[in-house]
């Protein structure tokens, strides 16, 4: 028996001071106390996770906050319960399938309709190592949603983007992007041996890539974008790999790496840092590893590449050159799927204008 002694209670020590320090190492509080009442967010994939929380702390921070969900009930729940904590009532739910082409057109139209302004647009969604999946325009999953979708959604709002200058795109990439290589013979896995985790860091280098790209193709108008890598954080984001899928690694293994690794509120600290940090104006086209900024792997300094990407995409979501939409008309079942289900929920009334709602 006391031959574990050691390594057990080296391993509790180990394991303790983790926990404690974690905060400390994994970047913490977002600096800027500023405050953004009169400013307009859209946040993707906000029903959970990093953008739950950074909608949150944006809805503390005055914002007028729209969550692009693609489900409406977990979406219109969690837009409710940050009404409910942060007393921001100005916080909506919002239809947005980042794998249906059509779903974004609609989304997008809606935005440029009855929005005023966009001043932030945080492409927060994301799927990590999901099956070989097709998104309903037949791209891969994590490529699609993960870049082609937001790909699609940043260019169809530009000119509203362009409009609020100063405003900011924020992309969420990964530290992944490492080892993501962009296989242009095939970027949807169509020829080779599909392999999920090659697919996320494809996805994710791209959106190190369209980042790049989109900041030298915005010089002058007064819209930033940054890429950026949260640090590891407990979210629902592995719910396609082993942590989640046995009932060991879901209930021993998972609650163990949850105490190690960063809260989603600590996690939303570098979108919110991005969105609102008074030294980020102007700063523009730049990857941050947390709230540091920091040079990206070589494969994403690539301006070729950056370039190459844009052309493909551009083509494969329908967008012409000079990216004017060339819109295919939304069919009445994509209509019915982006309207608010709770009028009371709906994007308005902003106090600045009205809104036509959808539907109405
Ligand atoms: N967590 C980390 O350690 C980490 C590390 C590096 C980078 N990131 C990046 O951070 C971002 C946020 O991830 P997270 O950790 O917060 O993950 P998460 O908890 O799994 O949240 C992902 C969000 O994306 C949404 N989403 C997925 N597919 C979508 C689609 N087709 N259309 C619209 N929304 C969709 C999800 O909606 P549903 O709930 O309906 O599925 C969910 O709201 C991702 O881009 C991820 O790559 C995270």
């Not at 999946?133 to 791209?139: A, L, P, Q, R, S």
């Not at 082993?242 to 809260?263: A, D, E, R, T």
């Not at 301006?303 to 190459?308: F, G, I, L, V, Y």
Request: hydrophobic content about 35%; charged content about 25%.
């Amino acid at each position: 028996m006391s031959r574990y002694i050691l390594p057990v209670s080296v391993f509790g020590t180990v394991a303790g001071c983790a926990v404690l320090i974690k905060n400390h190492v994994t970047g913490g509080r977002c600096p800027s106390k500023a405050t953004i009442k009169g400013k307009t967010v859209v946040i993707t994939g906000a029903n959970t996770g990093i953008g739950k929380e950074t909608a949150r702390e944006l809805a503390t921070r005055g914002g007028r906050i729209i969550m692009g969900c693609r489900d409406m009930e977990k979406c219109e729940t969690a837009a409710k319960e940050i009404r409910g904590t942060t007393l921001n009532p100005h916080v909506y739910a919002c239809h947005l399938d980042l794998a249906s082409m059509k779903s974004i057109r609609e989304f997008a139209e809606r935005i440029n309709q009855e929005e005023k302004r966009v001043d932030v647009l945080i492409n927060n969604a994301g799927v990590m190592r999901c099956p070989g999946w097709k998104t309903e325009d037949g791209f891969d999953m994590q490529f699609g949603v993960n870049h082609l979708g937001h790909f699609l959604l940043t260019n169809l709002l530009l000119e509203k983007l362009k409009e609020s200058a100063p405003s900011r795109v924020i992309n969420l990439a990964s530290l992944a992007h490492i080892v993501g290589k962009i296989d242009f013979e095939d970027l949807n896995w169509e020829r080779k041996k599909f392999d999920t985790k090659q697919a996320y860091c494809q996805s994710k280098l791209a959106n190190v890539l369209f980042t790049r790209e989109l900041a030298r193709r915005l010089k002058g108008t007064g819209v930033t974008v940054n890429a950026v890598h949260p640090g590891v954080v407990a979210t629902e984001l592995g719910r396609h790999t082993g942590l989640h899928q046995s009932q060991f690694s879901s209930s021993v293994l998972s609650p163990f790496f949850s105490m190690l690794v960063k809260s989603p509120k600590l996690g939303a600290q570098p979108s919110v840092f991005l969105a609102v940090a008074e030294e980020m104006d102007g700063v523009t086209g730049r990857y941050y590893d947390v709230m540091t900024e920091k040079e990206p792997a070589p494969q994403a300094l690539d301006d070729e590449a950056a370039r190459q990407l844009w052309e493909v995409s551009s083509r494969l979501v329908g967008l012409e050159e000079g990216g004017q939409p060339s819109l295919a008309k939304p069919s009445a079942d994509t209509e019915s799927k982006a309207g608010l289900t709770d009028p009371a929920q709906t994007l308005g009334p902003n106090p600045e204008h009205s809104i036509r709602t959808v539907g109405a």
